[in-house]
């Protein structure tokens, strides 16, 4: 019995759909229509559009554009699916031989945003 190259566990190293990266609250995001990620707290309410134009590469069925840094006319739309919080963080600092000792925690707000659309040009890609 053999396999297919296609069967198995998808690494990912071998996507051939649509996709973009951008840059978002100071990190660099991988987008892809109809899928949500979370970005740090944006400041729009839940159902709201949000349009991100600091696009650093689109790879469509055309080729890859890569930006210098980023791609002119490009921009991805978000609609903003919901406010949440990330998982709790424990910081935990201790002073040997001190006897100092601090715990706190942290839980980081969130944005979970649905990609709408990436677009070049004012052309869907997707």
């Given at each position: 019995m053999s396999e297919s190259p296609s069967s198995g566990s998808d690494t990912g190293t071998n996507f051939t759909g649509t996709y973009a990266i951008v840059e978002a609250s100071g990190q660099q995001f991988w987008l892809q229509p109809n899928r949500y990620v979370d970005l740090d707290r944006l400041a729009a309410a839940e159902g709201d559009t949000v349009t991100l134009?600091?696009?650093?590469?689109?790879?469509?069925?055309?080729?890859?554009?890569?930006?210098?840094?980023?791609?002119?006319?490009?921009?991805?739309?978000?609609?903003?699916?919901?406010?949440?919080?990330?998982?709790?963080?424990?910081?935990?600092?201790?002073?040997?031989?001190?006897?100092?000792?601090?715990?706190?925690?942290?839980?980081?707000?969130?944005?979970?945003?649905?990609?709408?659309?990436?677009?070049?040009?004012?052309?869907?890609?997707?």
């Open positions: 134009e600091n696009v650093l590469l689109v790879k469509d069925a055309k080729g890859t554009t890569l930006g210098q840094p980023y791609v002119q006319d490009a921009t991805v739309e978000l609609k903003v699916m919901a406010h949440r919080r990330g998982a709790k963080i424990i910081v935990y600092k201790m002073r040997p031989k001190k006897k100092t000792r601090r715990k706190n925690g942290h839980r980081q707000e969130l944005t979970r945003v649905m990609v709408q659309s990436i677009s070049v040009g004012g052309k869907a890609v997707a």
